[in-house]
């Protein structure tokens, strides 16, 4: 089933909750069946629906599962004829680990709050130690 070619047409005509097909990446997808299940909510689903998806898609950054999902919901390809949009050259991304730079950036600021939290804790207790002998 997966061999069948659509025209930017044919995609056009499934819009509706009940039936929508969106392209990426020159790729035909039903998402009919995972309307009600999509994280972002039907809306995101429908805004796209028989339409060239793949920047939408590409910019979210949707994880591996994501993309598992959607080669189960693979119809066909997308047959370009003269007059269709201009394709979405946008490569597909992973989802990359941020660079070390990133990810030691958080952890000193992780670990400024945590000191000074504890610093604050620290004098608040003493504080408090010290108003109950008094008293």
Known sequence: MADKEFTYSDVSEHTSKKDIYLVIHDKVYNTTSFVDEHPGGEEVLLDVGGQDATEAFEDVGHSDEAREILEGLLVGTLKRQAGDPAPHT????TTAPKSASDAAGLGIGV????????????????????????A
């Open 90 to 93: 946008s490569a597909p991304t």
């Open 111 to 134: 670990y400024a709050i945590i000191l000074v939290g504890g610093a604050l804790a620290f004098f608040a207790y003493q504080y408090l130690q010290g108003s109950q002998t008094k």
